[in-house]
Each structure stands twice: as C-alpha cells, then as structure tokens.
C-alpha cells in the first residue's frame, strides 16, 4: 500500500460533510455563517466549538483544539491520518489513488508493518502457550489464584513465555524475520558470550497494545523469585515507549468514553482484575506515577482522571508536572485513596472489594488537594522550621492548581493548620507560580511554559499576534507585506511557525492545513475562522503590527539594559518614543 495521492486526499475533503461528521458527536445550531455547539472535546456548559462548513473546519475557543474534517475524525476515532482518509473516502464513496512514495520511506514503513506483524505474532504464540503447554501449569494457577479467570486473560492476550533460551529467536526465524528484526522489537538481546538469547524466558507475559490493538511491547513478570527483576519491559524502542503508553487501552477506550472519566491504575493485573469486576474504563500506567504523555493521550477522551495509584510512592515531582499538564488541558486529576499496602487487584479478589473500591472512587478527591494533605499529615505542626517546610512543599503543589475556589478552601485550611496568615500563604503561592516575574522585569511577561489551549488564558502580545494574523488571512494583499515584515522577535513560539507556514499558504489556507503540527493546525483553523467572522481593516492591521514592534523593542531596551549598553539602550528608547507618537496616531485613525 503506496501514499494516497494529495489529489484523493483532496477529494475526500471535499465530499466529506463536517458538519454531519461531527454532528455524530455534538449537536450543532446554524449561527450566522458557523455553526456552533458544546465541544466534543471538553466538558463545558456554553457552547465555545465552532465549525466553519464552507471552509470545512473546526476549532473550540474554549479548549484550542482544532483542525479539518480529516483531523477530527483522527482524533475522534483515534486514527491515524491516512486511516481517517480511508475511513472517509469509505464512507462518502471517494476512490482512493495512490502515488510512490520515495523507496527510503516506502522502506521504513514496510520495515515499521514487518516488525508490527513479528510482535503480533510473538503475542500470538504467548497466549497459546499459557494455555497449551505443561510448563505454563504453575503460570495458570497463579493467575487463578489471583482471581483472574480465564475470559479476561484472554481479551488481553495474557501469555507465557518458555523457559529455553532461543524459543522465540528460533521461531521467529524460522517465520523470516531476522536476528536484527527480532532485537529491534526488544524480543532477542545479546548475551555476554556475543550470541543472541530471547529477552523473556519464563514469564507471564502481558501485551501492551495500542489503542487500536497493536501489539507494541510486553511486560513480563517472573515466575521464580531467583529469576532477577519480578517484571522485566521491552526496552524502550523507536517502537516501544512505555511512557506513553496506557495498559488496556485498546479493551477500555469505548468505556472511557461512556463513563466521561477513566481509572488508572499501576500494574498489569490490577487492569485485568478491574475489567474483569466491571471497571472496564481503567487502565494501566506501569509505574507509580502517570506521566505527561500519558496524561496529553487521555486528556483528548475524556476530562477526569481519578488515580488509584500509591499517590505517596509516586514522586511528587512526577504528579505536579501531570497535574500542570492537566490544568493547562482543563483536566481534573483525582485520587481515589486506595489502602496502604494494598492494590486494586487485591481489592477485586476479596470479599466486598468491589463495593469498597467504587466508594473510593466516588470519594476521589482533587490530586492537589490530597497532596497537600499528605504533607500537613506528615508535618509536626509545634515545630516552626517543619511549619517552614510544609509550606516550601505546599507553594509548588497548589501554584500548580491554577486559580480557583477550590485553591481558596485549601489555601485556608493550610493557613489553619500551620498558623500562617492567608494572605502570607497565597503570597508563597503566587511566588510559586512558574509564571510570575520577579522585580525589573517588564509588566507583562513572556508567554508562561505552562501549557495552555484556552483562548482565555492568551498573553495580550499573543491575543494581538492572532488578531493581526488572522487579517493577513483575510486581506492577503496587505497580509503578505505583514507576513515578510513580521520577525522571531515579534512573535510567539507558535506564531513564528504560522508565519512560516502562512507565508506559503497565504491564498487558500484551510485546504491544506498542516497534519505533522497538531498545534499549528489548531491555530490555523482559528485563524481562519476569526478571519471570516471577525472585521478587518488595514488600520487595525497596522495597529497591531506597531503593537508588537513596540513589544519587540521592549525587549530589546531590557536586554541592553542588561548588558550595561546605555548607548544602544538609549537609541532604542529614542525609537520607542517614535513609535508610541505612530500608535497614537494610528489609534485616532482606525477611531
Ligand atoms: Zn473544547
């Protein structure tokens, strides 16, 4: 199978109907020239989606998601680009052509399938021999013990791997795949002696899938205890990062989807104990903490996330960068309080477990909020320098948390706890933030690393970036000059990237939207969609070109400032005051 040719690709753009493809998801109202609706991406009460049917885009002003009708299906189905393409072209009856690709990349994808099918076929071959072979006897009666019965094991292909050193290296072979192939997908490894051995030996092996069922990796736990580490991963591949991926995933995503909230648990069996007793939105991070990526591939499905981690164990440095990624994505983090020294899995196999641990989760509480409690728990509240302390650990946890009601209740309960005035908490708090300036710095910082997508939580020098970008879209005469006239240092990470981008798809921006850059794309179909709603005039163009000229050479004084360069500092400040004279001008004129 070659690349679909832009041509199709084309094609089924143009015969796909958005506003009936998203209309599966949400529904949408006619306003104006848009139409308009509740995100399907985002839990809101105000509709802030918008769809465009002429142009053929999306975008929420609320979240920042956004893109053509190709991209929605991706993200909705959980595709890829050329899948979302076939299913498309499937559906509104589009016939698809396909060009040659060029034979590198024609080889690394060939390459990329081959590897896909040796991993399907190696977890084909774990899951018969759990069940088949004598030597898995022991494997199945732990996995009995356990509480976990044969239909689940099943579904998520639950195998074992025998006990002789090449098994899987001789099978593999014998199937066509080479050494290389085999060592690629963390299935052989080099032995001290220079030969090959198979990395599993005598283990219950667990799939990792993806969440289309791909088999990407394995997790295998030991079966002796002389047998070295209890579970031994693939190595992390170009193929497999376990990081980014969600045990169960692929068994849990409908669910996910219909509970609006998804359970995460740690280990493997735990996943399985859990589907098996009807929690069939859980999944597995295989670590203690969940991670940012794992986070960034939940927060497209759904926007709670209750943990039943060990939130203790979990590096606490771990959990606040999840939780500023979540914040930044309107996603809440809950932490369901599961036991010391007790796990999910453990839960479902005793008595009432099941009813205990759905408790839990109805009482989930707010991952800030428990972390902060973990820390006054632990604190001797007699002793100022452990009052010290508490507080040093507490400013980062709740600067976090974003501003809100919430961060007022615990703000107030710390204060109680530790005898500090309010006010002297918030301080810490604000002092905390990875946004704020210290003294000397320009009134208006730089745009925060926290990472956003809600319009609402724009810097005013973006806000005027998107303004003046999407009147380029709409008066691409003048926007061109705008385009070469604009700078890096006028401009935003992202905004120098839609420059760029802009600067050759200035004529006929929506029909070619970037599908590598999901950020660039969501950030043109705004664009778009501002351009053909919002009025554009040449003066307002211009004043907010002189705005962030102004900006630029804001900078530009403080670093010379900095640098102790009083003559270019004084130069610059002579061609600021210049400026200002322009912006004022202009102002009077666009009225
Ligand atoms: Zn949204």
Redesign the pocket.
């Known amino acids: 199978m070659a690349l679909i040719s832009a041509e199709s690709v084309e094609r089924v753009k143009q015969a796909a109907d958005i506003v009936e493809v998203i209309s599966a998801h949400t529904d949408l109202r006619r306003q104006g020239a848009r139409w308009v609706g509740l995100?399907?991406?985002?839990e809101?009460r105000t509709p802030?989606?918008s769809v465009d049917a002429q142009e053929r885009l999306y975008h929420?002003?609320?979240?920042?998601?956004g893109g053509d009708t190709i991209k929605f299906v991706e993200e909705k189905e959980g595709l890829n680009f050329a899948e979302a393409v076939e299913l498309l072209a499937d559906r509104y009856g589009v016939e698809l052509e396909r060009e040659r690709e060029d034979p590198q990349a024609e080889a690394r994808r060939l390459q990329r399938r081959r590897l896909g099918e040796l991993l399907d076929r190696t977890a084909g071959f774990y899951a018969g021999y759990l069940w088949d072979a004598p030597e898995s006897a022991k494997a199945r009666e732990y996995l009995g013990e356990r509480g976990l019965g044969e239909e689940v094991l099943r579904e998520f292909g639950v195998g074992y791997a025998p006990s002789a050193w090449d098994t899987v290296l001789l099978r593999g072979q014998r199937a066509g795949f080479d050494v290389g192939q085999l060592r690629a997908v963390g299935l052989a490894q080099k032995g001290r002696g220079g030969g090959e051995y198979d990395r599993f030996r005598e283990r219950i092996m667990f799939p990792i899938r993806d969440r289309r069922g791909r088999t990407l990796g394995f997790g295998g736990r030991a079966m002796r205890s002389d047998q070295g580490a209890k579970y031994v991963n693939t190595a992390e591949t170009d193929f497999f990062h376990k990081s980014h991926m969600l045990y169960g995933i692929d068994r849990a995503k409908e669910a996910i989807a219909k509970a609006g909230r998804a359970l995460v648990v740690e280990g493997y069996t735990d996943v399985l104990a859990l589907h098996q007793a009807g929690f069939r939105e859980s999944v597995g991070v295989m670590g203690t903490a969940i991670t940012e990526e794992q986070v960034k591939a939940l927060s497209g499905m759904v926007d709670t996330v209750v943990l039943a981690l060990d939130a203790d164990a979990a590096g606490q440095e771990a959990m606040l960068r999840a939780q500023r990624v979540a914040a930044g994505r309107?996603m809440r983090l809950l932490v369901a309080a599961v036991p010391a020294g007790e796990d999910p899995a453990e839960m479902m196999a005793a008595e009432g477990g099941a009813e205990r641990f759905r408790a839990l989760v109805e009482e989930a509480m707010d991952l800030a909020a428990y972390q902060v409690g973990l820390v006054l728990d632990r604190t001797d509240t007699g002793s100022p320098a452990e009052r010290d302390r508490a507080m040093a650990e507490i400013a980062p946890i709740l600067a976090g948390m974003g501003e809100g009601a919430s961060r007022d209740d615990i703000v107030r309960r710390v204060a109680e706890r530790l005898d500090f005035e309010p006010a002297l908490v918030m301080g810490r708090v604000t002092a905390a933030q990875p946004t704020s300036g210290g003294p000397g710095q320009a009134a208006e910082a730089e745009p925060a690393p926290v990472p956003r997508?809600g319009g609402g939580e724009l810097t005013s020098r973006e806000r005027r970036e998107r303004s003046l970008l999407a009147m380029c879209i709409a008066l691409p005469e003048q926007g061109s000059g705008y385009l070469k006239r604009l700078t890096e240092q006028h401009l935003s990470t992202l905004g120098i990237r839609a420059v760029a981008w802009l600067r050759s798809n200035l004529q006929d921006p929506a029909s070619n939207l970037p599908h590598d850059d999901d950020e660039l794309a969501g950030l043109i179909a705004e664009l778009v969609i501002v351009a053909n709603d919002e009025p554009a005039s040449v003066e307002a163009m211009e004043l907010n070109f002189l705005l962030l000229e102004q900006r630029r050479i804001e900078n530009e004084i403080a670093a010379a400032g900095e640098r102790d360069d009083y003559e270019r500092r004084a130069l610059l400040s002579r061609e600021r005051a210049e400026l200002v004279e322009r912006i004022a001008r202009t102002e009077r004129v666009g009225g």
């Open positions: 995100c399907p991406f985002h809101e802030s989606f929420c002003f609320g979240c920042g998601v309107k997508r």
